[in-house]
């Protein structure tokens, strides 16, 4: 499903569903489990995608791409995108994408990156008001342990609750090695998610991921956030809530 098909399934009501979330959870205390995924549900890795594209800019002497913003990453994880919006042309751009490609995989997946995301808005205060309900919160990510010392620097930099939490209820679940595929290990976590109580929410972009909580966890409510994602063409089944972000606080009457 394209992207901006997954927005349009954003519905006006989607906060009373984030805030039905934190009454369930408020009503089971421990026993309740929240899961969120980390990049492009909690996090917005557009920061460190231009971060990257900038020191590869800078490394080869190509100053277009040492101006890279993130706002140059609005329409995905492309990098040619990503490449063309800084102003370089297609042919470029074609001539230098492996280069450019080898350069960001040694360093996105590491704590020395990861430290430069930036929270979705409205995700600190809502995983904040999580724990306060008592209730466990599962970071589940598909990044590798390799990459938790950067990843728990920034959800503490970003307001964020972090583990161990207050009574050890925050959790943070990652891949043993980058190798392992995301899909399966998710899959495989669900169960240690089923073991540590009741699966209230999950909360993910990827809507394989999204689709495979709603079939392993009926009774809980999927949320899905309309950021980004790998761009597979995956449909998303009923019953999953796409959300554009996390804040509670409806902000269109302001000037």
């Known amino acids: 499903m394209a992207l901006e098909d997954l927005k349009q399934r954003v519905r006006p009501d989607w906060r009373d569903t984030l805030k039905g979330i934190l009454e369930k959870a408020r009503s089971l205390g421990p026993q309740a489990v929240l899961a969120f995924d980390l ?54 751009v074609e001539q230098r994408y492996a280069d450019a490609r080898a350069f960001w995989q040694e360093r996105f997946f590491t704590s020395a990156y990861c430290v430069s995301d930036e929270a979705i808005e409205g995700a600190a205060a809502f995983t904040q008001a999580v724990a306060d309900t008592g209730a466990q919160v599962v970071y589940l990510t598909g990044r590798h342990e390799a990459m938790r010392e950067g990843t728990v620097a920034c959800l503490a930099r970003c307001g964020m609750v972090t583990p161990p939490g207050p009574e050890g209820r925050v959790h943070l679940v990652m891949k043993p090695t980058l190798a392992e595929n995301d899909d399966a290990f998710k899959r495989e976590a669900h169960a240690r998610l089923g073991r540590m109580g009741t699966v209230v929410a999950a909360f993910d972009n990827e809507p394989t991921h999204a689709n495979d ?15 980004d994602h790998s761009g597979r063409a995956v449909e998303l089944m009923d019953g999953i809530v796409s959300v554009p972000h996390f804040s509670m606080e409806d902000v269109t009457h302001r000037a």
């Open 39 to 92: 990049d492009s549900t909690l996090f917005d890795n557009r920061p460190r995608q231009a971060r990257i594209l900038r020191e590869y800019g800078d490394a080869r002497s190509l100053g277009l791409l040492s101006a890279c913003e993130p706002s140059h990453w609005d329409t995905g994880w492309d990098m040619r995108a990503a490449m063309r919006a800084c102003g370089m042309a297609d042919a470029e």
């Open 213 to 227: 909580y709603r079939h392993r966890f009926p009774e809980a409510t999927v949320i899905h956030l309309a950021t």
